[in-house]
């Protein structure tokens, strides 16, 4: 399997969109019991622009380890690339629910201003924010959200608040 899995990287990172669906079609099986392979191979179809290919990989990923947020935050994402709102919304939704992480939220924000939902946008952001005040990938997410909707004092704002969160995590002493 990791074989494969490399094999796909490879075709993926040499822009190869081609070789890389002719080789998940022909190890579609091999691919079928692994979460892990079956993801990959949706994402990496999605990053040589097949997302819609990439979209039953995505989904059995996602059938199979329904409890992993990755697994919807992921699928949720290539449903977006593959202009499939509704749905991406959906599995954004379920990734949010299972695990808070701002991945899931910064793609849900993306995809309601893809379709015209700016409001909406703002409102997960900001509240992701309040969930998760010491994440200095939250207020970053808001301030470019912000700054994209003209808001730039607000967002020079937000994102001095980011810095500093940074600038405390990295001071902090690692412990093992």
Same mark, same amino acid.
């Given at each position: 399997?990791?074989?494969?899995?490399?094999?796909?990287?490879?075709?993926?990172?040499?822009?190869?969109?081609?070789?890389?669906?002719?080789?998940?079609?022909?190890?579609?099986?091999?691919?079928?019991?692994?979460? !892990?392979?079956?993801? +990959?191979?949706?994402?990496?179809?999605?990053?040589?622009? #097949?997302?819609?290919?990439?979209?039953?990989?995505?989904?059995?990923?996602?059938?199979?380890?329904?409890?992993?947020?990755?697994?919807?935050?992921?699928?949720?994402?290539?449903?977006?690339?593959?202009? #499939?709102?509704? +749905?991406? +919304?959906?599995?954004?939704? &379920?990734?949010?629910?299972?695990?808070?992480?701002?991945?899931?939220?910064?793609?849900?924000?993306?995809?309601?201003?893809?379709?015209? &939902?700016?409001? +909406?946008?703002?409102?997960?952001?900001?509240?992701?924010? !309040?969930?998760?005040?010491?994440?200095?990938?939250?207020?970053?997410?808001?301030?470019?959200?912000?700054?994209?909707?003209?808001?730039?004092?607000?967002?020079? !704002?937000? &994102?001095?608040?980011?810095?500093?969160?940074?600038?405390?995590?990295?001071?902090?002493?690692?412990?093992?």
């Amino acid at each position: 399997m990791d074989e494969l899995r490399a094999r796909m990287l490879e075709l993926a990172d040499a822009g190869e969109a081609d070789a890389l669906a002719a080789l998940v079609a022909d190890r579609g099986a091999t691919l079928r019991g692994d979460a !892990r392979a079956s993801w +990959e191979a949706g994402w990496l179809l999605m990053r040589v622009g #097949r997302a819609e290919a990439g979209v039953p990989w995505m989904r059995h990923a996602a059938e199979l380890r329904p409890d992993q947020a990755v697994m919807r935050w992921g699928l949720g994402a290539v449903l977006a690339e593959a202009d #499939r709102p509704a +749905e991406a +919304e959906v599995e954004l939704l &379920r990734a949010i629910a299972l695990s808070d992480a701002h991945l899931a939220r910064e793609e849900l924000a993306w995809l309601y201003l893809r379709t015209d &939902r700016g409001p +909406e946008a703002e409102r997960i952001l900001r509240e992701g924010v !309040r969930l998760e005040p010491e994440d200095p990938e939250r207020p970053r997410a808001l301030a470019d959200l912000l700054e994209d909707r003209g808001a730039t004092d607000e967002a020079a !704002r937000w &994102r001095e608040r980011a810095g500093a969160l940074r600038a405390r995590r990295s001071a902090r002493p690692e412990t093992t």
